[in-house]
């Protein structure tokens, strides 16, 4: 356990401090900011002779729920992706609770630990059903007896409102109840991170509000969470903070009511005019 | 096929018994028809046994060699994708009588001394090799077919490269391989007949001789064919019911336990 530390002050623009120090703090403060979880410095990505990400920089702390936000193909996937190693960064760092991705494997088996994902498809395993969806990777990377991770598995479908669902397949799911079972199989692991990458774009509008419901509960579990989103209410409701991506950097990095009341970036107002 | 549908056990279990008794039992109605074929009866019976035999080791042994092929074909390691590619390439540009021919008379020069390939032997080689070839663009059809998002979202829950093949990757191209396995092997059942050319005494070589003796083609023919038939129509019911059962919790509609 690391030692007790004040709380680092909230930098409310993109840092570019290379040398990050290990943050850290247990207490959450009054604005529930826990320790530093995610360090990401000068992350920069290419694919090919395409830039993606061009130095972005941001630290993002235990309980945080941030929404990100921007114009289509500005980089928020990417980022999202190369903050679990899903896509490697060929620039900058990243570091997860303090272990630097990137560098070896095991780095990255600690921080597919750490840090849960919810895609835009729900991905969910067509040939199993929702309760071995949700048991499998317990019992494959922690080790969890069928029991054990039964019974998890089961609880988190109740919270979810799908216990009654366990035995069926993906299939006979709608797509609303699909990425509330992909919500649960990412909890199974006990992420202390959990990335959205657009969570309800490829839901029907009635199906929305049953996954946000589930995401608004569980932003105030005291989960760390980085929403990429199109649903500006969710990020002026729940978020806590708001990260507005633009051609592959972090244009703004504030609140959501700074961001929505008085946007700093003529692009930011004039993505706002768009989405409203 | 409803019944299939819904007791996809029961019905392999009963063409895989069906099948069994067949071939146990085959020679007695047999030696009940009228010359030529009564006299012959244990001829054909002992032939469809040898053809059932061909089929089942070349079927096994060329899954196996279309995993690896397949598997191969889409390897990370360049010089595993070439030397799949090319096996596929090689078999399936060439006809299988050569290839018979090519193993029952060119590999036993190559093997040391000592070692003698039976011809029986032969023709499970050149026939495993063959339905390897063919198989390998099922199995790698099957794994392209795997959508990438359950991959990634397996590789984000942390599970290995090899759990993720074990889990998500082979039992979902499995699903969509199988149709094209199940036809190969119904082919396999025919396409051993050529291993006539080397002398072995499957259904086809059988067949030819009574003739031979007989002179009356019309009735042997007519009973190969027929026990041909019988044969595919059991391989297909058995691999048929393998894909329901691998299908169970793929249709909507159906109620799962
Ligand atoms: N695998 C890839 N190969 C090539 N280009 C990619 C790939 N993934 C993303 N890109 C490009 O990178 C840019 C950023 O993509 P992305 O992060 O998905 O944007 P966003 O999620 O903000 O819409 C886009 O222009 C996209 O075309
Ligand atoms: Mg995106």
């Known amino acids: 356990m690391s030692a007790i530390e004040p709380v680092a002050k909230p930098t409310q623009t993109g840092t570019t401090d290379a040398g990050l120090a290990d943050g850290s703090s247990t207490d959450g403060g009054p604005d529930k900011r826990g320790r530093m979880i995610i360090q990401a410095a000068q992350v920069h990505k290419h694919y090919g002779a395409f830039h993606a990400l061009r130095g972005v920089s941001a630290q993002f702390h235990a309980g945080e729920v941030t929404a990100i936000i921007g114009p289509s193909g500005s980089g928020k996937s990417t980022f999202l992706r190369t903050l679990n190693g899903l896509e490697s960064h060929d620039g900058g760092e990243i570091r997860i609770d303090g272990v630097k991705l990137g560098t070896d494997t095991r780095a990255l088996d600690v921080v597919r630990r750490e840090v849960g994902m919810v895609f835009q498809n729900f991905n969910l395993f067509s040939h199993l059903s929702i309760l071995r969806n949700i048991t499998l990777a317990p019992m494959r990377v922690r080790g969890l007896t069928r029991e054990a991770a039964e019974t998890r598995a089961l609880s988190l479908l109740e919270r979810v409102g799908l216990r009654a669902q366990a035995a069926k397949y993906p299939v006979q799911l709608s797509g609303g109840q699909q990425q509330r079972v992909a919500i649960a199989r990412a909890l199974a692991m006990e992420p202390k991170v959990l990335l959205f990458d657009e969570p309800t774009s490829a839901l029907d509008p009635e199906m929305v509000n049953e996954v946000l419901g589930v995401m608004r509960e569980l932003a105030d579990t005291g989960i760390t969470m980085l929403v990429v989103t199109h649903e500006m209410g969710f990020a002026r409701e729940v978020a806590d903070r708001l990260v507005f991506f633009d051609q592959g950097q972090i244009l703004e990095d504030t609140s959501p009511h700074a961001f929505f009341t008085s946007p700093a970036h003529e692009r930011s107002r004039a993505f706002l005019s768009q989405v409203r | ?257």
């Open chain 2, 1 to 257: 096929m409803n019944w299939t549908r819904r007791h996809p056990v029961w019905v392999m279990t009963a063409a895989m018994l069906g099948l069994l008794l067949f071939l146990w039992g085959m020679a007695l109605p047999l030696s009940l028809a009228p010359a030529p074929i009564g006299p012959a009866a244990t001829q054909f019976a002992e032939g469809t046994r040898v053809t059932v035999a061909l089929t089942v080791v070349a079927g096994v042994i060329g899954t196996v060699l279309g995993f690896l092929a397949g598997v191969g074909r889409l390897s990370k390691v360049r010089a595993v994708r070439w030397l799949s590619s090319f096996y596929v390439w090689l078999i399936r540009g060439t006809p299988l009588l050569l290839q018979i021919l090519f193993v029952w008379l060119v590999v036993p020069t190559l093997l040391p001394g000592g070692i003698v390939l039976s011809d029986f032997a032969c023709a499970v080689t050149a026939l495993a090799l063959n339905a390897g070839a063919y198989n390998a663009e099922c199995v790698r059809a099957g794994i392209l077919a795997v959508p990438p998002g359950q991959v990634e979202a397996a590789r984000a829950l942390g599970l290995s490269p090899l759990q993720i093949f074990q889990d998500i990757v082979f039992p979902q191209s499995l699903r969509v391989a199988l149709p094209g396995l199940a036809n190969n092997l119904a082919s396999l059942v025919k396409d051993s007949s050529l291993a006539y050319a080397i002398s072995v005494v499957e259904l086809t070589m059988v067949g030819y001789r009574v003739q031979a003796e007989s002179y009356q083609p019309v009735p042997v023919f007519l009973t190969s064919a027929v026990v041909y038939l019988i044969l595919t129509t059991a391989f297909t019911t058995l691999t048929g019911a393998l894909e329901q059962q691998m299908d169970r919790g793929t249709r909507r509609s159906e109620a799962t336990a």
